[in-house]
């Protein structure tokens, strides 16, 4: 988000309006592929456009999952235990550059050499939350392993209320009994525990 001073000063000051400026997303056809227009974030979910996300599932090397609780004033999912990071693929922007962008504003993340980002999968998704909130996406999931605790992180306050780590097996029961206060993504988790069964050592 962008904020803009319609006043033209550089400091906001008692009654000048202040304008949050949406972000723009690349609009996709049903196979994935860009069509060459743009359009508002708001926009796009009010007219049910496909377009493109990016899930990140960070993991410890405790076999831990980072969960963060999506804010309150969330316009999807507010208030539920969501995965660890994710968001818009903006316009003009690649899959890798959004993943970096997102982590770093969402969780304060920087890379490290030892840490390994891996691509699992794409899902296409569709839903309808809202009369007015469709969901239309195209979501790259990722896991990231790397080896963090809470105290390295720093939530960004405007989406995220809380973080926490869970152990691999807890969060297998959250999605298995379909935990109310869970975002349900089940064939992403899916897939997530598939990659972790087979390489119980990564």
């Known amino acids: 988000m962008v904020i803009r001073v319609l006043s ?50 960070l993991v410890t090397p405790r076999n831990e999952v980072l969960l963060q609780r999506r804010s309150p004033n969330k316009d999807s999912w507010p208030d539920k235990w969501e995965i660890s990071c994710g968001g818009h693929v903006t316009a003009g922007n690649d899959v890798l550059a959004t993943v970096f962008r997102e982590l770093k504003e969402e969780l304060n993340f920087s890379f490290s050499p030892s840490d390994a980002l891996l691509y699992i999968d794409t899902f296409k998704s569709s839903s309808r ?6 969901n239309n996406s195209f979501d790259d999931l990722f896991i990231l392993f790397a080896n963090r605790t809470l105290e390295d992180l720093t939530f960004q306050e405007e989406e995220i209320s809380a973080l926490k780590f869970v152990p ?31 390489n119980p050592h990564l």
């Open 8 to 57: 033209g000063r550089a400091q906001p000051q008692k009654y000048d309006i202040i304008v949050l400026m949406d972000e723009y997303l690349d609009i996709l056809d049903e196979n994935g592929i860009k069509t060459g227009k743009t359009k508002l974030r708001r926009a796009v979910h009010r007219d049910g456009d496909w377009h493109r996300s990016v899930n990140v599932l």
């Open 129 to 134: 939350l809202q009369p007015d909130f469709h």
């Open 168 to 198: 691999l097996e807890e969060l297998r029961h959250m999605v298995q009994n379909n935990d109310s206060d869970l975002v349900p993504h089940h064939r992403k988790y899916e897939a997530f525990f598939k990659i972790m069964d087979r």
